[in-house]
């Protein structure tokens, strides 16, 4: 009995998460041509700068999760940028550290913030991405 009820529990929290995951905010690692790509399309996009050494970034992540989940997110284009890696694409955003989220409408840069780990102001430089402004 005890199996049938942790089964039916596992089952139905994988399913709400099937849901709450059909939501979620596409990510990728930084490509050129994807990034035009969504730009052209007049896509939302958040560039997340980050370093897996970073423990900034790492409280930036649970958060960014969370609120990229909102349906209202549901077409921003996440591009991830390793920090020790990718100098190129940090030259051409102009970032000197990790930690940094830059917000896209489109072609055009809307709001950035470096260090950033408090949900209120992460969910307003996102909102900064939406067509209309959205609470």
């Known amino acids: 009995m005890y199996r049938r009820t ?17 939501h979620a905010a596409e990510s990728a690692e930084f490509t050129q041509g994807a990034f035009e790509a969504a730009q052209k ?14 423990p900034t970034c790492r409280a930036q992540k649970p958060i960014l999760s969370e609120l990229t989940a909102a349906p209202k997110f549901e077409d921003l284009a996440v591009f991830d940028v390793d920090f020790d890696s990718r100098k190129d694409v940090l030259r051409l955003f102009h970032a000197q550290s990790q930690s ?3 917000a896209f409408r489109g072609p055009d840069e809307v709001g950035r913030s470096v260090g950033d780990t408090a949900p209120a102001s992460i969910a307003a430089l996102l909102n900064k991405t939406l067509s209309s402004a959205t609470p």
């Open 6 to 22: 942790v089964l039916a529990a596992l089952t139905g929290a994988l399913a709400l998460f099937s849901v709450a995951a059909g």
């Open 41 to 54: 399309a007049g896509r939302p996009i958040l560039i997340e700068i980050t370093a897996p050494w970073c």
């Open 100 to 102: 940094t989220l830059i």
